[in-house]
Every structure is written in C-alpha cells, then in structure tokens.
C-alpha cells in the first residue's frame, strides 16, 4: 500500500510541476523534481531519515499536499507516529484534488496509527498557567482542544507565578481519549535542601567539612543532626512563640459547665413557655365559643389563667437563663485568656495544628492543658 501511495504521490507531484505553476521559478521546479526523485530512490532503499529530509526539502521548494503523504509514510517508518498522522490529516484537508482511492488509503492509514496515539483533555486551572508536556510541548490554560500524544507514559509540568508548581507522571494508552483535571494551590515552591555547616562549630571544622572526607563529621555536626531527627522534640511545648498552651482549669471547667447548664436551662423554660402560651389561646378560644355551657366556658377561663401565668413565669425563666448563659460564657472567655495562649500570649492559631492533652496545675488551680504546635 505504501509503495502504492509513494507511486500517487509522485504522479500528482510530477503533474504539478509540469502545468508550470508561477508560484515557482524553472530552477525550483527542477530542484524540486530532482529532491523528490531523491526522496523516493532513498525510500525504496530503506533510507527513511534521507527520504524525508529530500522530501521537506521538495515540499519547501514546491509547497504541495501530495508531498505530505510521502513525508508521513518516513514518519510512520520512523516511529514517530504523531507526525505521520499529522501529514495525513493535512493531506486530507488540503488535497481537494485528490481520488477517491488515494483518500481511502489515506483514511486506512490514519486508522492504523490511532491505535498508537491517545488523547488528553487537559482541564487546568487557575487560567494562564503554564502546562509543559515531557519538557518540551508547551501550553497555557484554557487548554480547548485534546491533546494529542503517543502511547506511553508522559510527564506533565504545571506552573503559574504565586501557586504550587505541580507535577504529574501520566500513563496514555493507544487509542484512549481521558480527561485529566489539574488545580494549582497558592504558595510558593519550597526550595532545595540544601547542605549548610553547623554554625559555631569554628574555623577548623568547617575547613575539615570542605574536604569531603565522610569520617570528618565533628561531635557537633553529630549532635546537631540527633537534634533536628529526635522525635521527642516534636511533642514538647515551643516555648518561642511557635506553639500554645490552652489550660483547662478549675475555673474554665466551672465556667463552662455553667454556661452549658444556664444554655439547657433557656432551651427547656423556652420550650415551656411556648407550650403554655399555646394552651392559653385554646382556652381562650374555648372560653368565647358560644356552643359550649357556661360552666365550660368558666372552665376554660379558669385554664386560659392558669396558662398565662405559667407562660409568664417561663418566660422571665427564659430571659434569666440566657443572662445566665452569656455572662458564663464571657467569664470562661475571660478564664481561657488570662490562663494565656504560651503563657499570655495572644497568638492566632493556624490551621491543621496539632493538639494533646496533658495535666497541669496553674495559679488559679489544677486541670488539663491542651499542648499543640503549629
């Protein structure tokens, strides 16, 4: 098939340069001709790499689309089986001129190298990030159309100014078309470890550290590497700022059990009141309906006053609790901040900071201390 389609694209090309086309001087068509004659002698002779390079060079002196089919078959020999598709489509989308037959051949070609390509739709974000495929293809989100890669595994750099650069080892298999979604987070790259001296350590260490020499490590580099690998380190307290100290004394505990206590109490005086105000105007609706007797209707009213003074006195119960309720809670504010963030200081926490729970005895009692670090 393949010496079939070089035998079509050489008559196609040879008709071409002989209607004379203006585009082309006499020397350029006769270069072109000769360049493609060397192309399909190298080709026959399995000189894929030669082929090609007189094929550009045809094409480049006598832009045709037949030409494209030649060039994408050295591709295909090659294996490089995205740019022979690429020159395959191409052909199909310029060669207005071309037979049925050399279509059908083409499209049969293009069908045997899907199965050696993938697709990838890229959904990046946030815009204008920068995505490099395999350190070379470059793109920048939105990335519309699919990309287009040959079967295997790929690595994918996304990066953009003021976020996280991300990078992905992805697996593209022949003929699949997949959906990869990247976010970048804001932050900053963290820099590369880097080897520093131990400071203090003095002049004639650091010159012994210059050398290399693997059995120079001083007492000090040794202890100065235990310090920074010890794990018991990571559950002490920070005593610089870092970390803080949340005390739960008698007098936070107290304070906050009262304020739980008056917040019950609101609900429950709350939920009554609203009961016996209900019963109130059923009775009083009672009280006023004309089908009922007289000594119902006296019933009634006796009931509706019995329900109003309930609904009275839960209601001033109500109001007293949640009094109650806001001035526990602002003691036990008040508790917490005196017993001090690290001692008094009034540090924000951040995110994702880690917390355990320890017993202590302050000033103002014993209790438990919630130690955490940021």
Do not use: K, W
């Not at 089919?69 to 295909?76: K, L």
């Not at 009141?273 to 007289?294: I, M």
């Not at 009213?301 to 309930?310: F, S």
Request: negative net charge; hydrophobic residues 45%.
């Amino acid at each position: 098939m393949i010496r079939r389609l070089l035998g079509l694209s050489a008559f196609a090309f040879a008709l071409t340069l002989a209607a004379g086309a203006v585009a082309q001087s006499d020397e350029d068509r006769a270069r072109a001709r000769e360049q493609f004659g060397l192309g399909v002698e190298r080709y026959e002779g399995g000189n894929y790499q030669g082929a090609l390079e007189a094929f550009q060079e045809a094409y480049r002196l006598a832009p045709h689309p037949t030409v494209r089919v030649n060039m994408a078959n050295c591709y295909e020999h090659l294996d490089r089986p995205l740019e022979a598709m690429h020159h395959f489509e191409r052909f199909l989308a310029e060669a207005d001129g071309a037979s049925r037959q050399q279509r059908r051949e083409v499209q049969a070609a293009i069908r045997r190298l899907e199965g050696q390509l993938g697709q990838l739709r890229l959904a990046i974000a946030p815009d204008g990030a920068r995505v490099v495929i395999d350190n070379a293809e470059t793109r920048v989100a939105p990335i519309l159309e699919p990309v287009r890669l040959v079967a295997g595994t790929h690595h994918l750099t996304v990066r953009l100014d003021g976020y996280r650069t991300e990078h992905r080892e992805i697996e593209v298999a022949g003929g699949s078309d997949e959906r990869i979604s990247i976010r970048l987070e804001r932050g900053e790259d963290e820099p590369a470890a880097v080897a520093e001296a131990p400071t203090g350590a003095g002049d004639a260490e650091g010159a012994t550290a210059e050398t290399g020499d693997p059995a120079a490590a001083t007492d000090a580099e040794l202890e100065a590497t235990a310090e920074v690998d010890d794990p018991a380190l990571d559950e002490a307290p920070a005593s610089d700022g870092g970390g803080f100290e949340l005390r739960l004394t008698t007098p936070v505990i107290v304070a906050g059990s009262v304020t739980a206590a008056f917040t019950v109490g609101a609900i429950v005086t709350g939920v009554l009141a609203l009961t016996a105000n209900s019963s109130f105007e059923d009775a009083v609706s009672r009280s006023n309906d004309p089908s009922l007797s007289q000594a119902e209707r006296n019933m009634a009213r006796q009931e509706g006053l019995d329900a109003a003074g309930l609904a009275n006195t839960a209601s001033v119960l109500t109001d007293v609790f949640i009094i109650g309720a806001v001035a526990g809670a602002a003691a036990t504010a008040f508790f917490v901040i005196i017993e001090g963030l690290d001692g008094g200081q009034e540090d924000t926490l951040a995110e994702g900071l880690e917390l355990r729970v320890a017993p202590s005895v302050g000033r103002t009692g014993g209790g438990a201390t919630l130690l955490g670090r940021f």
